[in-house]
T-cell receptor
Framework: DQQVKQNSPSLSVQEGRISILNCDYT??????FLWYKKYPAEGPTFLIS?????DKNEDGRFTVFLNKSAKHLSLHIVPSQPGDSAVYFC????????????FGQGTELSVKP | EAEVAQSPRYKITEKSQAVAFWCDPI?????LYWYRQILGQGPELLVQ????????DSQLPKDRFSAERLKGVDSTLKIQPAELGDSAMYLC?????????????FGSGTRLTVV
């Protein structure tokens, strides 16, 4: 049972344009959502998070949008840079699960110069 | 910047052999997690510790996997015997118990190849 889904395995974007990565979830108990970025042979690094009481959180070039009714969130990167090329994981947690993060399958972003 | 230390970075082992991974979390982080990431998939939780106690090991294949955190600091994950399907990246992470805004800090992982 895949509770967090990233249906696009890969995304290619031109430098300077917007990258939009999508994530869907099924468990209505999830109340925190996070995005991680992962380079090859390294562990994931935290990027940005959003609580379920918000619908938007922004940090520099990164913005996460949450649509609770649709159980959908997205990560926007504007403008995209070649250094953003990595695998992006969406993750979710529920308050009653001890902080455990459930991850999606990841989307590999390639930003071309 | 504080880091989660893991060793070894890479490990190649033969099927049916024993293998162990070590993790040293960020100082003061009471919660420690072991995740497994198979190529092309997201990380999956194997075991979660709060100090020295196991909080969640529901996804740990207990017939061959074991994990311990004896003094509530560093931790060891062991596989015995290893199987071909255990080839994956094993990730350790730690967190302050209550800060959900920042999730966990992951180590660089151990890439296991079983041949």
């Amino acid at each position: 049972d895949q509770q967090v889904k990233q249906n696009s395995p890969s995304l290619s974007v031109q430098e300077g344009r917007i990258s939009i990565l999508n994530c869907d979830y099924t468990n209505s108990m999830f109340d925190y959502f996070l995005w991680y970025k992962k380079y090859p042979a390294e562990g994931p690094t935290f990027l940005i998070s959003i609580s379920s009481i918000k619908d938007k959180n922004e940090d520099g070039r990164f913005t996460v949008f949450l649509n609770k009714s649709a159980k959908h969130l997205s990560l926007h990167i504007v403008p995209s840079q070649p250094g953003d090329s990595a695998v992006y994981f969406c993750a979710a947690s529920a308050n009653n699960q001890g902080g455990k993060l459930i991850f999606g399958q990841g989307t590999e972003l390639s930003v071309k110069p | 910047e504080a880091e989660v230390a893991q060793s070894p970075r890479y490990k190649i082992t033969e099927k049916s052999q024993a293998v162990a991974f070590w993790c040293d979390p960020i100082s003061g982080h009471a919660t420690l997690y072991w995740y497994r990431q198979i190529l092309g998939q997201g990380p999956e939780l194997l075991v979660q510790f709060q100090d020295e106690s196991v909080v969640d090991d529901s996804q740990l294949p207990k017939d061959r996997f074991s994990a311990e955190r004896l003094k509530g600091v560093d931790s060891t994950l062991k596989i015995q015997p290893a199987e071909l399907g255990d080839s994956a990246m094993y990730l350790c992470a730690s967190s302050l118990a209550v800060n959900r805004d920042y999730g966990y800090t992951f180590g660089s992982g151990t890439r296991l190849t079983v041949v």
